[in-house]
């Protein structure tokens, strides 16, 4: 079993900063990628950034200058960081964690305000 926790969401307006934070813990394989992905009501949740173990990253088109992907292999975390923030950056962001299995974290909540 993995436990996925992230952190650091909240307000912030239109071009300020926020870092999110996860950690996963547990029996983890060595090999694995974890990554940001959000999602907003009424709409499928969508990828933002992914890094993997050997720090290959991928993000998506919207968020490309703006926000970096980081990770600490060990301490099994990743971070987000998110610079001129628009308010269509705006939803919950989940941390996702996969080996051969997937978990999700609970999601914090990001608000950007106009």
């Known amino acids: 079993q993995v436990q996925v926790v992230e952190s650091g969401g909240g307000l912030v307006q239109a071009g300020g900063s926020l870092r999110l934070s996860c950690v996963a813990s547990g029996s983890i394989f060595s090999r694995n990628y974890m990554g940001w992905y959000r999602q907003v009501p009424g709409k499928q949740r969508e990828l933002v950034a992914t890094?993997?173990?050997?720090?290959?990253?991928n993000y998506a088109d919207s968020v490309k200058g703006r926000f970096a992907i980081s990770r600490d292999n060990a301490k099994s975390s990743i971070y987000l960081q998110m610079n001129s923030l628009k308010p269509e950056d705006t939803g919950v962001y989940y941390c996702r964690f996969t080996d051969y299995r997937t978990y999700w974290g609970q999601g914090t909540q990001v608000t950007v305000s106009s």
């Open positions: 890094v993997t173990t050997d720090g290959n990253t």
